[in-house]
């Protein structure tokens, strides 16, 4: 799979992206991430890439040109017009779901902003998908495109030494991940739960789906609305289709 940040900040993106396990992926190259350059491709001999948005207002906007330019660079590279994400406030939730459903990729660009915005008409002409990693505003993309290519890489087969991990973690089915213990059995007087050295594997599988649902009953009610629970786990953990 191959990533491509178009930024104004390459360095921000390649410092964090190329260490610990995404790093080690791209090593081994079952992947690869690329942060290109917009100021690279302005035609402005101070490498301006921004100016006063029409109508007024404060601030600066990103201007089109740069950005098409960069974009056609990774197109023409590749051969076809790859999926394009813009991070955005204004754009859908980034989920696990959209995290899976983007893995299945083969090539993906990341648009980051910067300022005030990016000028409409490159967004209108590149873009395929606006998300959004939370409902606040960052002083830029790279930020949140580095959360969207971390969470979007476990998916990727190979990235992950366990490929179980994957399925076992936080969100799958919409159930929030079960505790989990390590040595030693005490420590600060708080022990390990007896069924997790129990060695009986189908109590323990029993033990932390049920630490499951009430973890997320707990912190995340709002995920047990799709939570894929049997008839039986409903009833016992007093769990509704339609909750208030």
Avoid at 8 to 13: C, D, K, R, S
Avoid at 40 to 54: A, E, G, N
Avoid at 174 to 188: D, G, I, K, M, V
Avoid at 212 to 237: G, H, N
Wanted: glycine content about 8%; proline content about 5%.
């Amino acid at each position: 799979m191959h990533f491509y940040i178009l930024t104004l900040f390459p360095e921000m993106v390649t410092n964090a992206l190329h260490t610990s396990i995404i790093g080690k992926a791209a090593e081994k190259g079952i992947l690869s991430i690329e942060a290109v350059n917009i100021r690279d491709f302005t035609k402005d001999r101070h490498q301006k890439t921004d100016d006063y948005p029409y109508g007024g207002g404060a601030g600066m906007v990103m201007q089109a040109q740069p950005i098409y330019d960069a974009y056609l660079s990774v197109a023409d590279r590749i051969g076809k017009r790859p999926r394009t994400v813009y991070l955005t406030p204004q754009g859908s939730t980034f989920t696990q779901p959209a995290a899976k459903e983007l893995a299945q990729e083969t090539d993906l660009v990341f648009l980051c902003g910067h300022y005030e915005g990016v000028d409409e008409r490159v967004l209108e002409e590149i873009v395929t998908d606006y998300m959004s990693i939370g409902d606040y505003v960052l002083t830029g993309g790279e930020l949140a495109a580095m959360v969207v290519v971390d969470a979007v890489s476990r998916m990727v087969p190979g990235v992950l030494a366990n490929e179980a991990s994957a399925a076992m973690e936080s969100f799958e089915g919409n159930l929030l991940e079960y505790p989990q213990y390590s040595r030693p059995a005490e420590w600060l007087g708080k022990k390990v739960p007896d069924v997790l050295l129990s060695g009986d594997h189908k109590k323990v599988e029993l033990w932390r789906r049920e630490q499951s649902i009430l973890r997320t009953k707990r912190f995340r009610p709002d995920l047990l609305k799709k939570a894929e629970l049997t008839i039986k786990e409903k009833a016992v953990y007093k769990v509704h289709d339609k909750m208030g």
